[in-house]
């Protein structure tokens, strides 16, 4: 059957068509409609589906599943990666039990990433594990499938790394057929600390066992129809090696250019395919590495030239961006340096139209929020953000940001400011946010005797990603009625004294207490709660 | 069709477009196209600028549109759609929605509207009242994207044909909101 999927959604049917029972995962952009697609369909397709709290718990919850025998899918955006790290890393040790795929999605260019742009292909040189690439929609389908197949075999996890382009293209997906289930398996946890402790000394044997099933994976790399050569080789001077969408990028520049050099494109990242790359590389004077972000295989592939002793140049963040996306007119004017092709284009005049910047919608109660704060601080007030809707703080027509890091950062850093200067500080955070991160750095704002005062923006949902309930919403990702679990209540049991829940559409209640709040010794917390505007809007239709 | 047929489908944040590009895929498919398309998500999302990707043809490769090289700039939003000039060369036509979303340091209305005619001329530039024209008759402005699709179709700016219009709409669209997206696209026909 051919359907048009987003690549998100090829990454669950192929979840499916390998008969995956249990998803677990942290909304994220541009990853976040993997998990929404699982909570619409769990119940129907037999499978269990989650929004954990944060991504550390999400991994260790599919670790769980995988250990009791079943198959599981792990999904989040590229700084889940640095959370789930302390997890990770082990779990390559211990390898897993039924097999496990973990997606990691990046976003070269930063279009809903605040904090950085990661490169998380970096990780499997960390953990070892097995990475996979894909370039479209298909392939998103077909390297899901291929990454539960390489689990089973290999008894590891795979990760399937994505990026903004891949997650949030849409194409025609061929789908195979698959069976239907509709009760969930039930697994059966069976002791084996041997696999599953990671202790000294079987630890040290435990990375043996790993990098010997590593070398075992290069060897089915370099089988793998997943890294496939394109044209004629013997006939060129120059190659190309490149993976992701910027193969995509890659064939569109070339058709424009009238050119068809041998291109690599490697599906596998980790491990690579050294003897394929060998054979390819070998036949050309000079090979282009065209890659998105790091130079991470151009280094690779340059040493596995030197370690062979092949005389060839190896070029890529040279001639291309470090920074941002790829697209095929910028692989289109490397290529024509490279071959002398001439090529024009005539495009209208531009004419420069002021940024827009994202804003707070129509109805939004941080409009209320935001102006009432920054009228009530003294100068000189020092303002954390924090990830969400709320980082719109730091835009115009508010710009009262003073630092943005990663998930519940406001609450560290806020600390260490106030611990070192006399100035007020007002730190702002989300419900969501509070509950992935924020709440150790309150616990340790109360330990360390700091007294900021925090501000959480409880909108109701998790907004940012496209509206995930969290646990501060009485509902879970398969929707059911869950405890809703009350930032006052957890404030208070933290032991902050000064706690206090309102409606930030009541201005006179909200400036008195920032007003009582910012003149007390201990830390405060008040919780702006007031739902979110389309999330209203959407439940009156 | 020898080349790809390239569409920059362009507005603010909660207009409506990955719906409206979603339709337009499925009809791609229904009419035998391969099908691309690129959208962004999150933060974009919220109130700034959204810039869709999308292509159909024999087959596709890149996702993105190069510069220059755009068939048609749809565009929901008219600040947005000048912004997106910049995909455009001298053949490309504008079907724009004569609709602005006001913004904290955009240019005035009739700034953009003189730029616009200047750079893409009479014979490209198709500037229409959807928005008021769903308001008036529908009470609901957010569909100025299906009207649009329906005044693509109608005048053959794009190739596509309404039966597969219409056949993608009720492939994709929830029973709820059929009726009324199906309304919105058979305006243009009344």
């Known amino acids: 059957m051919k359907k048009v999927l987003l690549g998100n959604e090829a990454i669950v049917q192929g979840a499916l068509k390998s008969g995956v029972d249990f998803v677990s995962g942290y909304p994220g952009c541009p990853s976040a409609e993997i998990g929404d697609e699982f909570g619409r369909i769990a119940e129907k397709e037999g499978v269990y589906a989650e929004w954990s709290i944060n991504e550390k718990v999400a991994l260790e919850a599919s670790i769980g599943a995988s250990f009791s025998g079943l198959k599981s899918l792990v999904n989040m955006k590229s700084f889940g990666a640095n959370v789930c790290s302390d997890s990770l890393l082990p779990l390559a040790y211990t390898g897993i039990k039924a097999p496990m795929v973990i997606i990691i999605a990046d976003d070269p260019s930063c279009y809903s990433s605040a904090q950085s742009e990661q490169d998380s292909r970096g990780f499997a040189y960390l953990s070892h594990l097995p990475m996979l690439e894909p370039a479209d929609p298909q392939e998103c389908y077909d390297f899901t499938i291929l990454a539960f197949e390489m689990s089973e075999k290999f008894k590891l996890p795979v990760i399937l790394r994505t990026t903004t382009r891949v997650n949030h293209q849409r194409a025609i997906v061929q789908l195979e057929e698959r069976e239907n289930r509709t009760n969930r398996n039930v697994g059966q946890f069976v002791k084996n600390p041997h696999q599953f402790c990671t202790m000294p000394p079987r630890v040290l044997e435990m990375k043996k066992e790993l990098l010997e099933k590593i070398n075992k994976i290069e060897s089915f790399s370099e089988k793998s129809k997943a890294n496939k050569i394109n044209g004629k080789v013997n006939s060129a001077k120059i190659g190309i090696i490149t993976s992701g969408v910027s193969y995509l990028h890659t064939i569109s520049a070339q058709n424009d250019l009238g050119l068809n050099l041998p291109i690599l494109k490697l599906g596998f990242f980790h491990p690579l395919p050294k003897k394929k790359i060998i054979n390819f590389v070998k036949n050309f004077k000079k090979v282009l590495i065209a890659e998105e972000v790091e130079g991470y295989l151009q280094k690779e592939i340059a040493a596995i030239c030197k370690e062979e002793n092949i005389k060839v140049e190896i070029l890529g963040k040279d001639l291309l961006p470090e920074i941002g996306e790829l697209n095929s007119e910028i692989i289109r004017d490397t290529l024509a340096k490279l071959t002398g092709k001439k090529y024009k284009i005539e495009n209208l005049k531009t004419i420069v139209t002021p940024k827009r910047y994202p804003r707070l919608c129509e109805g939004c109660p941080y409009w209320n929020i935001f102006p009432i704060i920054k009228r009530i601080a003294p100068e000189n007030t020092v303002f954390g953000g924090d990830i969400g809707c709320n980082m719109i703080a730091g835009l115009p027509p508010h710009n009262m940001q003073d630092y943005l890091f990663s998930m519940g950062a406001s609450m560290g850093i806020s600390h260490g400011v106030k611990k070192s200067t006399t100035q007020k500080v007002i730190s702002i955070i989300g419900d969501g946010t509070f509950f992935h991160a924020g709440i150790s750095g309150l616990i340790n704002t109360i330990y360390n005797k700091s007294n900021p005062l925090i501000i959480v923006c409880d909108n109701r949902i998790t907004a940012m990603t496209g509206h995930q309930q969290n646990p501060g919403t009485g509902k879970n990702l398969m929707g059911e009625d869950v405890i809703e679990i009350k930032i006052e209540e957890v404030a208070r049991a933290c032991g902050v004294k000064n706690v206090k829940t309102l409606d930030p559409i009541n201005k006179e209640e909200m400036e008195n207490t920032v007003k009582e709040f910012l003149e007390k010794d201990d830390v405060s917390v008040i919780i702006c709660k007031r739902i979110c505007a389309i999330l209203a809007r959407r439940q009156k239709q | ?190």
């Open chain 2, 1 to 190: 069709m020898k080349k790809d047929f390239n569409i920059i489908m362009t507005g603010v944040g909660g207009q409506g477009l990955i719906t409206l590009v979603s339709i337009i895929d499925e009809a791609g498919l229904i009419e035998g196209y391969d099908v691309r398309s690129s959208e962004l998500h999150g933060l974009s999302q919220r109130g700034g600028s959204v810039e869709i990707h999308i292509k159909f043809g024999q087959k596709v490769n890149s996702p993105l549109i190069s510069k220059g090289t755009a068939d048609l700039i749809l565009g929901l939003e008219i600040s947005e759609s000048l912004r997106s000039s910049v995909f455009a060369g001298s053949k490309t036509k504008f079907l724009i929605n004569n609709h602005s979303v006001v913004y904290l340091g955009g240019l005035p209305v009739d700034d953009v509207l003189t730029s616009l005619q200047k750079l893409v001329g009479k014979d490209n530039l198709y500037l229409v009242e959807a928005s008021k024209v769903c308001q008036e008759k529908l009470d609901k402005e957010v569909l100025s994207g299906v009207y649009l699709l329906s005044y693509a179709v109608s005048k053959k700016i794009i190739p596509l044909s309404k039966e597969s219009v219409i056949k993608a709409m009720e492939n994709l669209i929830p029973e709820k909101y059929l009726e009324l997206n199906k309304k919105a696209f058979q305006l243009i026909y009344d």
